[in-house]
Each structure stands twice: as C-alpha cells, then as structure tokens.
C-alpha cells in the first residue's frame, strides 16, 4: 500500500548543527556516526552560537565543513594549542577539537599532554583507528603489536617500533583532567553510550568544570583492509583488548 | 604626554604591546628575550588578560594562532632557534590571513649559537621563514624608544592587513635601557570588530579560518589575494631614514643596532671631511628598495653593514644593481663591529 507523505511523522532529522556538506569519509569509517553525535550534542545543549570547532590534519582535516559553527582548520597535532587560544580569547566560546590518534598521540604529543594539564577548560575528541588513514594506511603510535600497515609490512614489532600507546590513561594520570574516558562505536549500545559520554564532556565545559577527553575506537576498513562488519567484529574482539573501554577520570 | 621611565629594550616591548591592546600573550622562555616573557607574566594578568607560559614555541605560537581567530590582539615573542620552531605556525598565520605579532630578539647563530646580538634572521624574517609563498612585514628598530613605537605599529598594520607582522630586534636591543616615553594605551573597545573571527556564530552564517583547499585552482586564488596584499603594503607601507644624505657622496646601509652605531660613524667621518650619509631601512620587508635606488643614483658607493654574513646587502644590491659599488662589511657569532672598525671600511673602499 502506498502511504501519502501528508501522513507520514518525522522522527528522524540530520541535526541542525550538522551541515549537508558531501561526506569525505569512506564506506564504513566510524568518523560520520561521531560527528553526528557531536553535532546532535551541540543541539541538545543549544550552544552552536558560541561552539567553535579545531579540525586536525588527517582524515578528518574536513571537520570544519560539517559543523554548523564556527571552526578553525589547526596545524598537523596543534589542535589542543589553537584550542587554548580561543578559549583563553574569549572563555565563554565552547572550543573543542577533533584530532586522530596521529594528530594527537604523535606529532601533537606535547600540547594535547600540557593542554590537560592546565586544565583547559575544552572538550577533546580524539580518534584512535590505529592506522593514518589520510596519507595510506600507515603505522600509528596506537597501532596494535603485530598490525601490518604498510609502514610495518611485517606487523608491528615492538622491538623496533614501540608498542601501542594508551595515550588516555596517560592523560589519566594528570591531576587537571576532570573527564577522561574510552568509548567505541562498534554497536548500537556503544553508539549510546559514547553519545552520553560526548553530551558529558560539552556539558562539563558549558558548566566550567575543566578539561574532558572522549577517545573513540574507531574502524577504518580501508586501511585495515576489512569489510566494514568485520572491522567492527574487529574492534569488539580484538582492539578492545588492548584499549579497554569505560571511564578513566570522572570528577565531574 | 606618556610617562617617561628608564626601561630595558624588553620591557618597552612588552609595555607597549600592553598599550597596543594585546589581550593574549603566549611565550616560551629563552634568552635574550626572557624579561619580556617575565614583564607580561606579572602585567597580563594584572589587567584581567592572558598570560600563557606555553610548553613549547609550537605551542605558543599556535595559542596565538588561536586568539587571533577569536578575533583578539595577540603576539608571541621569542629568540632565533626559538623563531625557527616557530615557522610552521607563522606560514599557518600568513596562510589563513590571521593579525599577529611576533618578536625576535635576535641571538648569534646558526645552530644554538650564543646570545648575543646578532642580525643572522634576516633571511628567515623577510624572504618567508617557513613554507609557501608568503611575505611577513618586517620592523626593524634601532634604539629602545623606536622598539616601543614599531610594536605599537605591527599591531596595527597586523589588523590593517590581516597578517603576521615581526618586529625584528637584536640582542643589544632587548637587554640596553635608554629613557622611554611609552605610548598612550588605545582603547581596546575603539578597534573595529573583525567580521571574519571564529568569535561565535550568532546572528550570522559560521566563520571558518583555514590555509588550506584542495582544489589548486582555489588555492591559486587565495595565494592571489595574499599577493595581492602584499603588493599594497609595498605600494604603502615602505620605511626608511636617511641621515645626512643630501651631500653625500657615499652612504652606509644599516638596520636596527648597526645603524646606530652607523650614526656615528656618520659624525666621524664628517669630523675628517668625508661626506658620508646613512641608509636606514625601518622596514625591512617591505625593503625599501626604491628609495635607495634614488640614493644610489647620486653617489658612487654604498657600503652595506651587518652583523651577519651579508643578508640584507642582497636586497641592497638588488636594489642598486650596478648604479654604485655595493661594498660589504659583517661581523657575526654576536660581535658588534666599532665605530672605528666601520670608519676604517668606509675609507678603505671610499679610496
């Protein structure tokens, strides 16, 4: 039966802060599901007049078309810097940034580490799908031990290159931190569950609380070369085990 | 009338940056350049503005990048190896068209060199620094009343033309105290609101601050307009003194703490019935090529001094071409050459 569209009830709407811009994410990637939930969050807490976005260099290098607010494009791994500008600028703007586990886990060591402990007052999303996904699939500082990329053909050795940094936990150990937490996006659950942990890290910067950081297991079945329901598959066995979900510093 | 106080060449920087309106200062200790870092520590804060003691130059150079998105004044100040890890972050400012200053107190080199002064960055401050094409304006003072007066500038050309502006000081000049009339503050609340700044999106469609497109044809025409930039601060922005040049048959070019020492060299020479004149671009980018080029017209030598192996004498002799004979005198590694020293060059290639 043919149902007359006058009948029909919305109960699904892309978020107004999310823009209808052409994704540039591949078939899979779990980086569209985040930023629709932080564009949803923006929503929620009506604060898109005064948020102002930091997009990495990387995969996500196009974050700033898809939020609807002000955004500004950071230097490979100075995101949580720029961040910090802004914020100091003018501390009533809701600055957060997104960066991948090369932006910031890498070449970005040192200003996403001393950005939280100052305490900045920002939220922080950041991506850890093992891999660099922009530049083709190379090692990243959160590879797994043995993960072939095409800078380790072999797997990741740790003799020669280190083992996967749990760079949360590090964050963890800082006294400034208010929020510090993993999540996953492998299934519907954990898509909930991150989307309550992203609503608190922005609630806990609208409410002054101090530094928060969401990092999010993310699938990249491009460079893991895996069809995308068994890049999740992936995820829940295996790269849980080396990244154990849930939350590392809660003083909110 | 401004106060008038015996400060280090540091602290004027810093007081007048104050002046200028800068709401956010970010920095990382290094000598020589550490009283100014100190001077904003106690004063920013004082004010109910921002002082940050960055982790790293990357750092501070990119909360800069930050502020001046949020649409406020903001500068940074560092010294030479300081400056080079800098450069990223500039070539990002210069790229996305982003108002700030940035000070060298400027150290021997290469490498980490010494601290003394030293005029070893011209090459790095005025032919780019960091990658792409680009331009920065360049200050170059040569007393400590004259740093006060050219930080008030560079923030206002900063604004004028959306754009990294460097005031290039030495060593010498950081650390030499000389009596200082500062500047009266401006009112923060007279500037005009930048309608390009991620301030905010209210009322209006969201601002983006970015250097980047990956469509060569739109990146070439966001290089066009930075070009095009540049060619109006060439047209407007051009500075320079010159000192007893009306008879002059011969003229030393000289910047920043050199051409202070070339004044009295002027007055020695003179003493001994030489007519020589002095040269003193207060821009170094833009260079003021055009004006010297004039000079050069009516005299038969000019001589270049540096403290460094010969930077500036190639905008010298770009400029000059084969209108006089373009001589070249330098110290480097933080030697500052004497009066006598450059009298005695004067009159050797005077003949």
Redesign the interface.
């Known amino acids: 039966m043919p149902v007359d569209v006058q009948d029909m009830q919305k109960i699904f709407a892309r978020p107004d802060s999310l823009t209808d811009a052409k994704s540039t994410y591949c078939p899979g990637c779990h980086h569209g599901i985040l930023t629709r939930i932080i564009a949803q969050t923006i929503d929620e807490l009506g604060i898109?007049?005064?948020?102002?976005g930091?997009?990495p260099v990387g995969c996500a290098?196009f974050a700033?078309r898809w939020?609807?607010?002000?955004?500004?494009?950071?230097?490979h791994g100075?995101a949580s810097?720029?961040?910090?500008?802004?914020?100091?600028?003018?501390p009533?703007?809701i600055v957060f940034s997104y960066q991948g586990d090369g932006d910031f886990a890498s070449i970005g060591t040192?200003?996403s580490?001393?950005a939280a402990n100052?305490g900045e007052n920002i939220t922080v999303i950041f991506v850890n799908n093992q891999v660099y996904g922009m530049t083709g699939g190379e090692m990243a500082p959160t590879s797994l031990v043995g993960q072939k990329t095409t800078t380790t053909p072999q797997g990741r050795d740790p003799k020669l290159f280190g083992y996967p940094i749990r760079f949360s936990e590090m964050i963890a150990q800082l006294e400034a931190p208010v929020y510090v937490t993993r999540q996953a996006l492998y299934d519907t659950k954990h898509i909930k569950e991150a989307t309550k942990a992203i609503k608190k890290a922005f609630t806990n910067q609208v409410e002054k609380k101090g530094y928060s950081l969401v990092e999010v297991l993310a699938a990249c079945p491009t460079n893991w070369k895996m069809k995308p329901i068994d890049a999740n598959i992936h995820i829940a066995k295996v790269v849980k085990k080396t990244y154990q979900l849930g939350d590392l510093v809660n003083r909110g | 009338m401004g106060e008038r106080l015996l400060l280090r060449g540091n602290e004027v920087i810093a007081e007048a940056a104050i002046r200028a309106g800068c709401?956010?200062y970010?920095a990382y200790p290094i000598t020589p350049q550490a009283e100014l870092l100190q001077h904003m520590a106690v004063n920013m804060p004082r004010l109910g503005r921002?002082f940050?003691q960055?982790?790293?130059e990357?750092?501070?150079i990119?909360?800069?990048?930050?502020?001046?998105?949020?649409?406020?004044r903001?500068m940074t100040s560092s010294s030479s190896p300081g400056i080079s890890l800098k450069q990223?972050?500039i070539s990002?400012l210069a790229g996305?068209s982003l108002p700030a200053v940035i000070v060298n107190i400027v150290r021997g080199g290469p490498g980490l060199g010494d601290i003394a002064p030293s005029q070893c960055d011209y090459f790095q401050a005025t032919k780019g620094g960091g990658h792409g094409d680009y331009h920065m304006i360049v200050l170059g003072p040569s007393t400590v009343p004259e740093a006060g007066q050219l930080t008030m500038l560079a923030f206002e050309l900063a604004d004028r033309y959306c754009t990294p502006v460097m005031l290039l000081a030495d060593g010498m000049l950081g650390q030499m105290m000389e009596p200082v009339e500062l500047p009266k503050p401006i009112e923060i609340g007279s500037l005009p609101k930048k309608e390009w700044a991620?301030?905010?999106?209210?009322?209006r469609d969201?601002?983006?601050?970015?250097?980047?497109d990956l469509d060569p044809e739109v990146l070439k025409q966001m290089n066009l307009i930075l070009q095009k930039r540049y060619r109006q601060i060439e047209a407007k922005e051009v500075r320079y003194e010159e000192t007893a040049t009306g008879d002059a048959d011969i003229a030393i070019v000289a910047y920043g703490t050199v051409a202070r020492i070339a004044k009295t060299v002027v007055k020695m020479a003179r003493a001994e019935g030489i007519k020589l004149g002095l040269f003193r671009p207060i821009t170094l980018w833009p260079f003021p090529s055009q004006a010297l080029r004039k000079l050069s017209e009516k005299i038969a030598m000019v001589l270049t001094v540096e403290m460094s192996a010969g930077q500036m004498w190639e905008d010298v002799r770009l400029a000059i071409a084969e209108q006089a004979e373009t001589p070249f005198y330098g110290e480097m590694g933080g030697v500052i050459p004497t009066p006598q020293r450059i009298l005695s060059e004067v009159k050797k290639h005077a003949g």
């Open positions: 898109a007049e005064r948020t102002v930091i997009a290098v700033y939020y609807r607010c002000d955004a500004i494009q950071a230097a100075r810097a720029v961040a910090t500008g802004v914020k100091r600028a003018d009533n703007l040192a200003e580490i001393h100052r | 709401q956010c970010f921002t940050v960055a982790e790293s990357l750092a501070a990119n909360m800069v990048y930050g502020a001046a998105s949020a649409g406020v903001t990223e972050g990002y996305s991620t301030d905010g999106a209210k009322g969201p601002n983006i601050v970015l250097s980047f």
